[in-house]
């Protein structure tokens, strides 16, 4: 977590401990806080302050975003098709079957290309009538490439059906601006931009028709009921805001760290292959598959030596299936189960890629011989 999100959160837990519900001071000074934190992040995507959900995470705002949308879509016009990619994260696209196997939604998923691009004019082909919401991706976490969220908005817009996008791995690097990108819901997960896990956002256009998932006592414009976590709010506004000051310094420095990694694996690893987009991809994120490698196998062996990867999303964690997103861009299952994901952060160094990419050379061979 970056410093200034956790010397913001420190006093919430303690002096300033009030529930913001509450008519007492104590409440009060608890509610002023968040509402403060919810300017920022309004400032950030270019919204409203009453248009910023906050939420458990990322998990909870694509939950919200899909079913919210989807259920009130059915109840007030009957809509019941639902459009996503097939490269979504299963808090996405898990809603989604859910929606399809026991609300009988109709579910469809839109074509990607060999790097997990969405073709606008294939979304343009695939609206209905009935189409209730949309859902593509931002920037995939597995694979790191960036879907041309701005052009897929407009073509929703044109037919007036709701366009959410999963902006979790985008927060530190990609602009947020919910009104150049044409969303209608955008979901946000602190602990992707150096805040605390276990909160986020999601941002719910003004007129887009949701009902809430979880009910209660009508916190966050009735849409997330429960009393806010007033500290983790606090610690995630305080974390954009350091992503505010650092985005450029990131954008700029990080590409090359990440360039270098990956020419020296295709130059020098015989057999790996280089997943997702080679330029529309996030700057800190290079991901293959390694021929004849056992994915997991290799995350150990990295950890050994110091080095925190992943293969699919961290959230598979154990799990030996192969990536979905890696099948759907058409590797073979076998491949797929040879991936590797490393994202490089605000404190990596060309030093660490160097050690990192040494140490690599010597686990492929291990698990080759
Ligand atoms: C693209 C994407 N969406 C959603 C999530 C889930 O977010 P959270 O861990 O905040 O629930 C993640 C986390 O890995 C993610 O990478």
Excluded at 63 to 88: C, D
Excluded at 116 to 126: F, H, K, M, S, T
């Amino acid at each position: 977590m970056a410093d200034e999100a956790v010397e913001a959160m420190m006093p919430f837990f303690k002096e300033r401990f009030g529930n913001p519900s509450s008519i007492h001071r104590f409440g009060q000074q608890a509610d002023a806080a968040i509402e403060e934190a919810r300017e920022v992040i309004a400032e950030h995507l270019n919204c409203s302050v009453d248009e910023v959900i906050f939420t458990s995470g990322g998990t909870e705002s694509d939950n919200l975003a899909l079913r919210g949308v989807a259920l009130a879509q059915r109840e007030r016009s009957g809509k019941n098709h639902l459009l996503i990619s097939p490269v979504e994260h299963h808090a996405v696209s898990h809603t989604a079957q859910q929606l399809a196997s026991i609300f009988g939604f109709e579910l469809e998923f839109l074509p990607v290309d060999g790097q997990g691009r969405v073709d606008p004019a294939e979304v343009l082909e695939r609206l209905r009538p009935n189409t209730a919401v949309v859902s593509v991706i931002y920037a995939n976490n597995e694979i790191g490439t960036i879907n041309s969220i701005s052009e897929i908005g407009k073509i929703c817009r044109e037919k007036g059906v709701p366009f959410h996008t999963d902006a979790v791995q985008a927060t530190p690097y990609l602009s947020l601006d919910v009104e150049a990108l044409s969303v209608d819901l955008l979901s946000l997960g602190a602990h992707k931009f150096y805040g605390p896990k276990g909160v986020g956002v999601l941002y719910v256009r003004k007129g887009t028709p949701i009902l809430p998932i979880q009910t209660g006592g009508g916190q966050e414009s009735g849409l997330r009921s429960g009393t806010q976590n007033v500290p983790y709010i606090v610690g995630m506004s305080a974390a954009l805001k350091f992503v505010q000051t650092s985005q450029t310094k990131w954008n700029a420095s990080l590409p090359t760290l990440r360039d270098w990694l990956i020419e020296q694996v295709e130059q020098k690893i015989p057999q790996s292959t280089l997943t997702g987009h080679r330029t529309q991809r996030l700057p800190n994120h290079a991901s293959f598959v390694f021929e004849g490698v056992d994915s997991q196998k290799l995350l150990t062996l990295l950890d050994l030596d110091g080095f925190a990867c992943s293969s699919g999303s961290a959230c598979k964690t154990g799990n030996p299936s192969p990536s979905e997103v890696l099948l759907a861009l058409g590797f073979p299952q076998k491949l797929a189960l040879g991936s590797l994901r490393v994202t490089l952060g605000k404190d990596t160094t060309a030093e660490h890629v160097q050690l990192f990419f040494d140490c690599l050379v010597e686990k492929i061979k291990i698990l080759r011989d």
